[in-house]
């Protein structure tokens, strides 16, 4: 089983619609959770972050952990055809890292979300 | 804005060349990171380092190799470019945040390098 899964996609919605993207983990020990957002032919950009559980909102995103199931969300409300991108979640166990690999991210492979005018 | 550069955007080269990737921040972050971005394949890390002169193999360290002789600036290089180095490569960085949080990555806009 790999530590952290995600659906590929490609998602495709109409403008306005309520986009719900997921990943699934299996380390029960990661506390940060995070969504990045790439645009094509762009490097991933920190959209969302999370410590522990719980949601965290921001504007028309939002971002909700269930570690108890070990299941992480991002909503989008008013999906726009400018939010078209790739979306990416990302997560770890590790407060401070000084050397070693410990509080490297472990990245989904990425949701292709496409927002239709 | 915490700014990761990378020096090229696109590069075409030859089978068997030395090819040279830069990165460069500006936010004295101790960790810096290599990936490559293949479709279906995500993002699969080369090479990262945490401090100057130090480096650490990722996940697909083979055929390449990295260097980071100052803290701002890391390299990473392919001895002898293959065509199944065909890819988008992207440079990142981060630091141990305030009360050590973990803040994750600034990522770089990438460089498609393609070979030939």
């Known amino acids: 089983q790999k530590e952290v899964e995600q659906d590929p996609g490609p998602l495709s919605v109409p403008e306005g619609a309520i986009v719900s993207l997921n990943c699934t983990y299996s380390?029960?020990?990661?506390?940060?959770f995070m969504w990045y957002r790439q645009y094509s032919r762009k490097g991933p950009e920190l959209l969302m972050y999370?410590?522990?559980?719980g949601n965290k909102e921001d504007g028309r995103f939002t971002a909700q952990v269930d570690k108890s199931s070990k299941y992480i969300s991002l909503f989008i409300r008013d999906s726009q055809p400018s939010d078209s991108a790739t979306y990416l979640c990302a997560m770890t166990t590790e407060t401070v890292f000084y050397g070693g690999s410990q509080g490297n991210l472990i990245f989904g492979k990425g949701t292709k979300l496409s927002v239709k005018p | 804005d915490v700014k990761v550069t990378q020096s090229s955007r696109y590069l075409v080269k030859r089978t068997g060349e030395k090819v040279f990737l830069e990165c460069v921040q500006d936010?004295?972050?101790?960790?810096m990171f290599w990936y490559r971005q293949d479709p279906g394949l995500g993002l699969r890390l080369i090479y990262f380092s945490y401090d100057v002169k130090m480096k650490e193999k990722g996940d697909i360290p083979e055929g390449y190799s990295v260097s980071r002789e100052k803290k701002e600036r890391f390299s990473l290089i392919l001895e002898s470019a293959s065509t199944n180095q065909t890819s988008m490569y992207l440079c990142?960085?981060?630091?141990?945040?305030?009360?050590?949080?973990?803040?994750?990555?600034?990522f770089g806009s990438g460089t498609r390098l393609t070979v030939v």
């Open positions: 990142a960085s981060s630091s141990p945040g305030t009360g050590g949080r973990n803040y994750g990555y600034t």
């Open positions: 380390n029960s020990a990661f506390q940060y």
């Open positions: 936010m004295d972050h101790e960790n």
């Open positions: 999370t410590y522990s559980s």
